[in-house]
């Protein structure tokens, strides 16, 4: 056995996590997985999901990634420490997708949230999830439940931006 998968997974998260997955998919993260079972549980629990559509080579292919990631996730009943979802929709099935995915990743938790979909209308749990920390939204439509009374829950929030969001009068107001 070698010595990196006797770390702690809080520790060989942290050395994941410094992999540049800016050229593209985890590559390295997914090569990882074969290696070993440990590694193949490393990588299904890291928490930093990474959901960026123009790392594909085709919207299928992304959207299957998604799913399957997302599922695999939340049945280990683990918290994000970060999610980047940046996609556009095209389709009913798209949005249906996204929006399984993104209400079980939520309800399990999520501490820091980028979210790029525009026209995307954010589900209401958005707006109720305990341990969000950090909430960047570009070009989504801000949930329906914003202009009800009680309706934002966000305890733990340090950060937000939002960017190329439409806020009707009636919130801005309240």
């Given at each position: 056995?070698?010595?990196?998968?006797?770390?702690?997974?809080?520790?060989?998260?942290?050395?994941?996590?410094?992999f540049?997955t800016?050229?593209?998919?985890?590559?390295?993260?997914?090569?990882?997985?074969?290696l070993?079972?440990?590694w193949f549980?490393?990588?299904a629990?890291?928490?930093i999901?990474d959901f960026t559509?123009?790392?594909?080579?085709s919207?299928?292919?992304?959207?299957?990634?998604?799913?399957?990631?997302?599922?695999?996730?939340?049945?280990?009943?683990?918290?994000?420490?970060?999610?980047?979802?940046?996609a556009?929709?095209?389709?009913?099935?798209?949005?249906d997708?996204?929006?399984?995915?993104?209400?079980?990743?939520?309800?399990n938790?999520?501490?820091?949230?980028?979210?790029?979909?525009?026209?995307?209308?954010?589900?209401?749990?958005?707006?109720?999830?305990?341990v969000?920390?950090?909430?960047?939204?570009?070009?989504?439509?801000?949930?329906s439940?914003?202009?009800?009374?009680?309706?934002?829950?966000?305890?733990?929030?340090?950060?937000?931006a939002?960017e190329?969001?439409r806020?009707?009068?009636?919130?801005?107001?309240q």
């Amino acid at each position: 056995m070698d010595r990196i998968s006797q770390l702690p997974d809080f520790i060989a998260h942290h050395i994941l996590s410094c992999f540049d997955t800016s050229d593209g998919l985890p590559i390295d993260l997914v090569r990882m997985s074969v290696l070993s079972k440990t590694w193949f549980h490393l990588t299904a629990s890291f928490p930093i999901l990474d959901f960026t559509i123009y790392k594909f080579k085709s919207r299928n292919s992304f959207f299957k990634y998604v799913e399957y990631t997302t599922f695999r996730f939340c049945n280990q009943n683990l918290t994000a420490q970060k999610l980047t979802l940046w996609a556009n929709i095209r389709r009913s099935e798209e949005r249906d997708i996204v929006n399984r995915c993104l209400i079980l990743l939520l309800k399990n938790g999520v501490k820091e949230l980028l979210i790029s979909m525009p026209k995307y209308c954010l589900p209401n749990i958005l707006l109720s999830v305990p341990v969000l920390k950090s909430l960047t939204i570009y070009s989504c439509k801000l949930p329906s439940s914003l202009m009800l009374d009680d309706a934002v829950k966000l305890k733990s929030l340090i950060y937000l931006a939002l960017e190329s969001v439409r806020i009707d009068d009636q919130v801005y107001h309240q």
